[in-house]
C-alpha cells in the first residue's frame, strides 16, 4: 500500500432531529455568543427556526445572517462578517444549509479572526491566528462543504471562485440530521446529489487518491448510487438520510484526496453563466470519465462494476431530469462555440484541475465543452 496520511478530527452527529442537539453541543463546546449563517430559503423552511430554538433552549444568544447567495461572494462574507463584529464578541459561528451557508460561514471564519480579505487566503494555510470553534449543518444531499476544511468563495467583481483552505476552518463537529432535507425540492434534491455523485467518482481516481479517500468514496458511490433515485420521491426520509451520509462521505474523499477536471470545467460555467453548480458538474462529467478512462486502469469498474459508470450516470441524470447538453440549459441564448476558448482558459486555470489523472492543456479543456455543448 502506498505512503499516506489521513488526518480524521471531526465530530460527527447522524439521525433524525439531531438538530435539536444544536444548543447542547455548542455550549459543549463554548459557544454562547453565536453568528449563524445561513440563506432565505433555510428560513423559510422553518428550519433556521428550530436551530434558533435549540440554541435558545441553552440561552444561547444567535446573531443571524440569512442572505447568502447561491456561489456566495466576498460581499457575502462582509455581509456576515458585519454581523458578527455589530454583536461582538463573537465566540462561535454556525453554518446552517447547502454548500453556500457553510462556505460562507467558514470564510467569515476566516476575517473575524485573522482580519484582511478573503484574496489574502486563496490557497492553503494562509490564516495564522487560531479560528473559532464552528458547527456545519447541511439541509442538501451532496455539498459534502461540512466535511471540508476550503471555502469556495468568489471575488464580487470578477465571479472568480477562490479555494481558501485550512484545517483550522474546517468544522469540528458535523449534524447530520435527514428530517432537515424533507422540504428539499425534488430538482434541488437532483442538482445536489448529482453533485455528490461527482465528488466521489472524481476523488477516487485523482492524483492525490489514497486507500482512505477511495474507501470513503467506495461507499459513497454505493449509498448514493442505491438511494438516488428513492431520494427524489415522496417518502422519501430514508433514503435522503443515507443519500446525506453518502454526500457527507464523499466530501471526507475530497479533504483525503481533491476533485478533478469535471469541477474545473464546471467553475467558469457557474461563475460567468449562473449555471447552478451540480447541474455544470453533470453536464461535463461523463465527457471527464471518457476523457480519463485510457489512464486509470480498472479504477471507474472498481468503483461500478455492475456495468459502464458513465451508462449509469447518465441514468441518474434521466431520474432527476438533468440536461445532457449545455445548450439544452437556458443559458444558451448568452453562450456559444465562441465562448469555448475563453471557458477552456478558465477551467484551465482552476485549482482541482492539476490533480485529474489525466492532463489536460487548453485544447483538451476546448475538446470537452466542445462536447458538452
Not at 430559503?41 to 433556521?48: D, P, Q, T, Y
Not at 455523485?197 to 461507499?219: C, D, G, I, L, W
Request: with cysteine; aromatic share 8%.
Amino acid at each position: 500500500m502506498d505512503t499516506f496520511d489521513c488526518e480524521l478530527k471531526q465530530q460527527v452527529i447522524f439521525g433524525d432531529n439531531t438538530i435539536e442537539r444544536l444548543g447542547e453541543l455548542t455550549r459543549s463546546l463554548g459557544g454562547s455568543r453565536v453568528l449563524l449563517v445561513t440563506d432565505p430559503g433555510i428560513e423559510k423552511a422553518g428550519i433556521l427556526a428550530r436551530a434558533v430554538s435549540a440554541l435558545q433552549s441553552e440561552r444561547i444568544a444567535a446573531y443571524i445572517y440569512a442572505d447568502v447567495t447561491s456561489n456566495p461572494t466576498t460581499e457575502d462574507v462582509e455581509a456576515a462578517v458585519e454581523v458578527a463584529k455589530t454583536n461582538a464578541p463573537i465566540d462561535f459561528i454556525i453554518g446552517l444549509g447547502g454548500g453556500s451557508s457553510m462556505d460562507c460561514a467558514k470564510g467569515a471564519n476566516f476575517l473575524l479572526t485573522n482580519g484582511g480579505k478573503m484574496e489574502d487566503y486563496w490557497g492553503t494555510n494562509k490564516a495564522t491566528e487560531p479560528m473559532l470553534p464552528a458547527i456545519g449543518v447541511p439541509t442538501t444531499i451532496g455539498t459534502g462543504s461540512e466535511a471540508q476544511s476550503f471555502a469556495l468563495i468568489s471575488q464580487a467583481d470578477t465571479h472568480i471562485k477562490m479555494a481558501c483552505g485550512d484545517k483550522k476552518a474546517r468544522f469540528g463537529t458535523v449534524i447530520l440530521d435527514g428530517t432537515l432535507t424533507k422540504t428539499l425540492p425534488r430538482p434541488i434534491a437532483a442538482i445536489t446529489a448529482i453533485d455528490a455523485v461527482a465528488h466521489a467518482v472524481e476523488s477516487y481516481v485523482s492524483t492525490r487518491h489514497n486507500p482512505m479517500s477511495q474507501m470513503f468514496a467506495r461507499h459513497a458511490w454505493e449509498l448514493l448510487d442505491a438511494h438516488f433515485e428513492a431520494s427524489l420521491g415522496p417518502n422519501s426520509s430514508t433514503a435522503r438520510s443515507k443519500m446525506l451520509f453518502g454526500a457527507y462521505l464523499a466530501g471526507l474523499a475530497i479533504e483525503n484526496s481533491m476533485l478533478g477536471a469535471a469541477h474545473a470545467c464546471a467553475n467558469p460555467l457557474t461563475a460567468r453563466y449562473d449555471v447552478i453548480h451540480g447541474v455544470a458538474v453533470a453536464l461535463i462529467l461523463p465527457h471527464v470519465i471518457r476523457f480519463n478512462s485510457t489512464v486509470v486502469g480498472d479504477a471507474y469498474h472498481e468503483l461500478y462494476p455492475d456495468g459502464d459508470i458513465v451508462d449509469r450516470i447518465t441514468a441518474l441524470k434521466q431520474m432527476g431530469n438533468l440536461p445532457n447538453r449545455l445548450r439544452d440549459y437556458p443559458v444558451q441564448y448568452t453562450i456559444g462555440t465562441a465562448d469555448i476558448p475563453t471557458l477552456a482558459k478558465e477551467a484551465a486555470a482552476q485549482w482541482t484541475a492539476q490533480f485529474n489523472p489525466r492532463p489536460l492543456d487548453i485544447r483538451d479543456f476546448m475538446g470537452l465543452y466542445e462536447q458538452v455543448y
